[in-house]
């Protein structure tokens, strides 16, 4: 195989995704060569992106699709596959939150956080697969969240989402293993991000008291894990959920 890969990215335009493009593009000519990074709303801030990160030496895509979608994620997979030559990584990213308590959670809630959250993953994970088995090489990097470890008041929803891509990182790194394909996941605590700008100064404070490490991460914390996952030095670690939290889980 090439030391060059192409790598996928979903929900990469903003906030822990887009600190992953980058990441994956600084490391080109190193692993990666070509970047394509998926989203779903704001085509300024994927433009802002892609002219950011755009270099000689490396390819970027970006695609609006809707990630819930296997018809869309198929789609968006071959049309990677055949403007970049390929693809040898995965990202699975892409993410919402719709939060309130259970006693007022509408289904529709519920729905879209499960199918945006965990179906997407099923649907790029189904997509990706063929190529990679077929080339005997792949890494797969699913994000989840500590909120998935430990669970969280008025977001049952999420958790859900989050429990089951661990439940789903684990049953793929099992039944790919053979084909040299790892599976693995990481799981954020508070990292500072569009979410969480919105907290009062007070709210942060409280949310710093909970975290040994005494602060709120950053993209670039749980981005340099990801680049390390798809790395060559990784490539014994399967099936693993590492959590990037500052402590707070442990």
């Known amino acids: 195989m090439s030391t060059n890969k192409k790598a996928i990215v979903t929900g990469g335009s903003r906030g822990i995704g887009r600190a992953i493009v980058k990441e994956l593009v600084s490391r080109s000519g190193v692993?990666?060569?070509?970047?394509?990074?998926?989203?779903?709303?704001?085509?300024?801030?994927?433009?802002e992106l892609k002219r950011e990160v755009q270099s000689p030496q490396t390819k970027i895509l970006s695609i609006k699709s809707d990630a819930a979608s296997f018809e869309q994620a198929e789609s968006t997979v071959n049309k990677v596959v055949e403007e970049l030559g390929g693809v040898d990584i995965l990202i699975n990213n892409a993410g919402i939150t719709r939060d309130n308590l259970l006693?007022?959670?509408?289904?529709?809630?519920?729905?879209?956080?499960?199918?945006?959250?965990?179906?997407?993953?099923f649907?790029?994970?189904?997509?990706?697969?063929?190529?990679?088995?077929?080339?005997?090489?792949?890494?797969?990097?699913?994000i989840t969240s500590v909120v998935g470890l430990i669970g969280n008041p008025g977001q049952s929803n999420y958790a859900?989402?989050?429990?089951?891509?661990?439940?789903?990182?684990?049953?793929?790194?099992?039944?790919?293993?053979?084909?040299?394909?790892?599976?693995?996941?990481?799981?954020?605590?508070?990292?500072?991000?569009?979410?969480?700008?919105k907290l009062s100064d007070d709210q942060k404070k409280k949310l710093a008291e909970m975290i040994p490490l005494g602060r709120l991460g950053k993209p670039e914390d749980v981005a340099k894990v990801v680049g390390f996952l798809c790395s060559p030095?990784?490539?014994?670690?399967?099936?693993?959920?590492i959590a990037i939290d500052g402590g707070m889980t442990m």
Do not use: C, W
């Not at 649907?123 to 699913?142: F, L, S």
């Not at 084909?179 to 799981?187: C, E, G, L, P, Q």
């Open 103 to 121: 006693l007022r959670m509408t289904e529709k809630d519920f729905d879209d956080v499960i199918n945006t959250n965990l179906k997407s993953v």
């Open 233 to 241: 030095e990784a490539d014994y670690i399967t099936g693993q959920v």
């Open 31 to 47: 692993l990666f060569s070509d970047v394509a990074f998926i989203y779903n709303r704001s085509d300024e801030s994927a433009e």
């Open 123 to 142: 649907n790029y994970t189904k997509a990706v697969i063929k190529h990679m088995i077929k080339q005997r090489y792949g890494r797969i990097v699913n």
């Open 160 to 197: 859900a989402s989050k429990a089951g891509v661990i439940g789903f990182t684990k049953s793929m790194a099992r039944e790919l293993a053979s084909r040299n394909i790892t599976v693995n996941a990481v799981a954020p605590g508070y990292i500072e991000t569009d979410m969480t700008n």
